[in-house]
């Protein structure tokens, strides 16, 4: 069972930055994470993954805007987001595979909120 903890959503202004965190109970060189976001009425979607072994891949929609990074020494998974748009509003749920059982997890949603 790997639980995953999110932190760091909130309200912020067209233009600004925000860091979103995920702390796992497992080892983090042990899953492959991405950070999702569903928007009002709209499909979740994948927009940042790093493997375990630390490969990169993001959305069109955000990449040259958001990166994704670990910190192993505190179990964390952040998305750092800059220049934030009001249709990045969404709730953003991060998401582990924990490589040797092969099992999803995800945690509870962090809401982001981008005023137009």
């Known amino acids: 069972q790997v639980q995953l903890v999110e932190s760091g959503g909130g309200l912020v202004q067209a233009g600004g930055s925000l860091r979103l965190s995920c702390t796992a109970s497992a080892n983090i060189f042990t899953i492959d994470a991405a950070w999702y976001r569903q928007g009002p009425g709209k499909a979740r979607e994948l927009i940042a993954a790093i493997t375990n072994l630390g490969i990169t891949n993001y959305a069109d929609s955000v990449k040259g805007r958001f990166t994704i990074s670990r910190d192993p020494t505190k179990h964390t998974v952040n998305l750092q987001m800059n220049s934030l748009k009001p249709e990045d509003t969404a709730v953003y749920y991060c998401?582990?595979?924990?490589?040797?059982?092969?099992?999803?997890?995800w945690g509870q949603g962090t809401q982001v909120t981008v005023p137009s």
């Open positions: 998401n582990a595979r924990h490589i040797p059982t092969m099992r999803d997890y």
